[in-house]
């Protein structure tokens, strides 16, 4: 079957996932093997080792690819596994431009793992004057996160990758709190995507995983030889489980939004709210951005608490204990809605003064809605607020 010119849910459910050959078995099967016996010396079926190839995790990884308009995806044990690779493609003494509201996770990627081979410059991508003045002679790539974490600005992707590539530059674009579903970065300009299929892709907080996705066939040989020789791969039963996850992305990121807009409506309105952070609130240039790049605006919100400053992290403190229906939780992306405080969870690892430059106070909370019944939502946080409904 062609699937390559069908809708995203299409695509979802039967791209890379034909009835399995041997058997039919409809659903593609977890294939638990490290190896695979071979007809004669020299005749196999593309399929040697485990960590070489496996038939789940390349059914997965056919369908990331067509999701993301892209020719090859390859997918690992975890998000940060995949950023990792993404960072090794580079020669040794690069210097990386990044985004400054980056995940804590692949800011200490760049900040302690890789610090001794390569140099990193953080910068407001809203800013191209800055993302011009950065750029050096041994700069190789810009690594962009639009909506980023846990601001929920957004980037034009095709004007950066315009100012990039004429720096001869990569663009790579985390596209995890997007998902496929609501942005493809490679069409907008980017050469590589990543995500933390953790999230929206796997959407039930139950596996962890990660893909690196492009359309460059020298790129993908390069990546294809790291996934193997490094050896971050994802296993059959995780594999498994993302593509059973991937298949309601389009229904859950529906949702998801039509959530969240009602709840950044209701918090924008709220006496003990100071700010919201969500991208459907945006006006101006971000909304035109928007309009051009996103297919709607995510499940994603993050709010400042008012009050008095010297207090946030009590203030903070004390309506996070008051969340019933939200866990307090790291992660993002499931079903099931949960909430975060930025500061002390997820941007712990980003010194104080770095992180508060930035916009990440101690009052700031960080919503990830979920799916549940809106109403149920907005009661759980009016009583965390300490307000009325
Ligand atoms: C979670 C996350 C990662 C890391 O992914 P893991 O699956 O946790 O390793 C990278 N980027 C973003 C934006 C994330 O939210």
Redesign the pocket.
């Given at each position: 079957m062609d699937t390559t010119l069908h809708g995203f849910t299409t695509r979802a459910i039967h791209v890379g996932q034909a009835p399995d050959p041997a058997t039919g078995a409809t659903i593609v099967p977890i294939y638990a093997t490290s190896t695979y016996t071979q007809e004669s010396l020299g005749h196999h079926k593309g399929f040697e080792y485990g960590r070489g190839d496996n038939p789940t995790r390349l059914a997965l990884e056919t369908a990331l690819a067509s999701l993301e308009h892209g020719q090859h995806a390859f997918a690992f044990a975890?998000?940060?596994?995949a950023?990792d690779v993404v960072v090794r493609l580079l020669p040794a003494q690069s210097h990386i431009i990044a985004g400054h509201d980056l995940?804590g996770?692949?800011y200490r990627l760049f900040q302690q793992v890789h610090h001794d081979n390569h140099r990193v410059t953080y910068v407001d991508l809203s800013d191209s004057v800055q993302l011009i003045n950065a750029i050096r002679s041994d700069t190789k790539i810009l690594w962009v996160?639009t909506p980023t974490?846990p601001l929920l600005q957004v980037y034009d992707i095709e004007k950066l990758a315009e100012v990039a590539h004429a720096a001869g530059l990569l663009v790579v674009v985390?596209n995890?709190?997007a998902s496929p579903y609501l942005q493809n970065p490679l069409r907008h300009g980017a050469d590589i995507v990543?995500h933390?299929?953790?999230?929206y892709i796997g959407g039930h907080s139950d596996v962890?995983?990660?893909a690196i996705v492009v359309n460059d066939d020298q790129l993908a040989n390069r990546i294809k030889f790291l996934q193997n020789a490094a050896g971050a791969i994802i296993g059959p039963f995780e594999a498994w489980l993302t593509l059973r996850g991937l298949k309601t992305l389009a229904l859950r990121m529906e949702r998801h939004t039509v959530n969240a807009m009602k709840i950044a409506e209701f918090l924008q309105e709220h006496p003990r709210v100071r700010q919201v952070y969500y991208p459907g609130l945006s006006k101006g240039e971000a909304r035109e951005i928007l309009a051009r790049q996103m297919k709607g605006f995510g499940g994603m919100i993050s709010f400042e608490l008012g009050g008095d400053a010297d207090h946030a992290l009590e203030t903070a403190r004390t309506v996070l204990a008051r969340f019933r229906l939200f866990s307090l939780a790291e992660?993002?992306g499931g079903v099931e809605s949960l909430v975060g405080h930025p500061a002390t969870m997820t941007h712990a690892a980003i010194p104080r003064a770095v992180r508060e430059s930035r916009g990440i106070r101690d009052g700031l909370i960080r919503l990830s809605v979920g799916i549940e019944d809106v109403e149920d939502l907005l009661a759980d946080i009016a009583q965390a607020l300490g307000g009325d409904h």
């Open positions: 975890s998000g940060i596994a950023c995940y996770g692949v996160e974490n985390d995890t709190f990543v933390s299929t953790t999230k962890l995983g990660g992660s993002l």
